[in-house]
């Protein structure tokens, strides 16, 4: 009886062990956190965390670009529109700025040759409801078609069939709230586009803004310093002419080779010269530049010429081209041929620049500004 009772009881022990293991199989085979389910989590973390990495990678990238490039964004709307395409998985992408008129073709990746072409074709255009990045502009918010097949107002079907997408993209490039333009994504695919593909977008919306503030500030500072450089460079000018004055009392032709020599330096000038009038004509006051005088005026009376318009003006006097003035070319310079001619400077010389009583003529010089252009002789 003893055996019999304890070999019962081993088989109900089993029984038992069994029934526990089935039961624990089973809950993990059919529980919320099963060995499968947790597979795929831990897949959908691991690719989404590498699609975190590359993002980073790409905005860190632009923020390069934008460092190295404080003076263009072009190289900066290049590496937005790269990253955009393949990020977002795109068809291709494209960069367009907005100047409160129209949208312009700002940066292209992933067309073909042919694809491009057409692209470009569509731009410059008004920003209107017949595009996304139109319809972006105006709202200044996101804008996504799943379908753009299916959009009845959308109005470029032709290029979504050439470049073959369709479902698009749009996010607007925002300063202070105003729109300077948008970066898009077309996709051949049907369908919206992900929460972190449009976050994706914004960021790089984002740092086109800052690289297009960059170069507007970089450009404003370099005007204000350029300005800040000819103010100083004409203060000193008046200074040595100040100076020349005072030291030459009874001495006319210094001061006037001193006026001449600092306009023609202040005006980037080829030649300037100096004319009085006195009576009704213009006689020679002084000179500095290439082209020889002889001490003589190239226009003795008051005849029609533009030194004796400006002689009888209250303003200065500029002309485009010294060619376009009927009277510049047939003006006395005591024969002077070659080189240094009239004719010859006046083809390459910029707008000539009369005032009242002092007329330089100003021109770009075709020779290097380290070298001395000659002095010609003057009369006292």
């Known amino acids: 009886m003893t055996s019999s009772r304890k070999g019962e009881k081993r088989r109900t022990r089993?029984?038992?062990?069994?029934?526990?293991?089935?039961?624990?199989?089973?809950?993990?085979?059919?529980?919320?956190?099963?060995?499968?389910?947790?597979?795929?989590?831990?897949?959908?973390?691991?690719?989404?965390?590498?699609?975190?990495?590359?993002?980073?990678?790409?905005?860190d990238e632009v923020l390069r670009v934008i460092s190295t490039s404080p003076t263009d964004v072009q190289p900066v709307f290049d590496a937005i529109a790269e990253s955009a395409v393949r990020l977002c998985r795109g068809q291709f992408s494209f960069v367009a700025r907005f100047d409160n008129n129209l949208l312009r073709f700002g940066a292209c990746h992933g067309l073909t040759p042919e694809g491009l072409e057409a692209f470009q074709r569509v731009f410059p255009r008004p920003a209107g409801e017949d595009t996304a990045a139109g319809r972006a502009i105006l709202r200044r918010a996101i804008v996504q078609i799943p379908d753009v097949l299916a959009d009845r107002d959308y109005g470029v079907l032709g290029l979504a069939q050439v470049v073959?997408?369709?479902?698009?993209?749009?996010?607007?490039?925002?300063?202070?709230?105003?729109p300077i333009g948008t970066i898009a994504v077309p996709r051949a695919q049907v369908g919206p586009f992900s929460q972190g593909q449009i976050a994706l977008l914004q960021t790089f919306a984002d740092q086109?803004?800052?690289?297009?503030?960059?170069?507007?500030?970089?450009?404003?500072?370099?005007?204000?310093?350029?300005?800040?450089?000819?103010?100083?460079?004409?203060?000193t000018a008046t200074a040595d002419v100040l100076k020349v004055i005072s030291r030459s009392t009874f001495d006319l032709q210094a001061v006037l080779d001193t006026l001449v020599e600092s306009a023609a330096r202040l005006c980037d000038a080829y030649d300037a010269l100096i004319l009085l009038r006195e009576d009704e004509s213009l006689v020679f006051g002084a000179h500095h530049g290439p082209?020889?005088?002889?001490?003589?005026?190239?226009?003795?009376?008051?005849?029609?010429?533009?030194?004796?318009?400006?002689?009888?003006?209250?303003?200065?006097?500029?002309?485009?081209?010294?060619t376009s003035f009927p009277r510049v070319a047939p003006m006395r310079y005591a024969g002077a041929t070659g080189p240094s001619s009239p004719s010859h400077c006046c083809e390459k010389t910029r707008p000539l620049a009369l005032f009242p009583s002092v007329a330089p003529r100003c021109g770009r010089s075709p020779r290097s500004r380290s070298s001395s252009p000659p002095r010609s002789p003057t009369r006292r």
């Open 14 to 59: 089993g029984r038992k062990l069994r029934s526990t293991g089935t039961k624990a199989r089973a809950r993990v085979s059919n529980g919320p956190n099963s060995l499968i389910e947790l597979k795929k989590q831990l897949e959908a973390r691991t690719r989404e965390l590498a699609e975190a990495l590359e993002q980073q990678a790409a905005t």
């Open 164 to 178: 073959k997408y369709r479902s698009i993209l749009a996010v607007p490039m925002l300063r202070d709230g105003h």
């Open 208 to 235: 086109a803004v800052i690289a297009i503030e960059n170069v507007r500030l970089f450009d404003d500072v370099k005007a204000r310093t350029r300005e800040l450089s000819e103010s100083l460079q004409q203060q």
């Open 291 to 322: 082209i020889p005088l002889n001490g003589e005026s190239p226009e003795p009376g008051l005849t029609g010429g533009p030194s004796s318009i400006a002689s009888r003006s209250t303003c200065p006097t500029s002309l485009p081209r010294a």
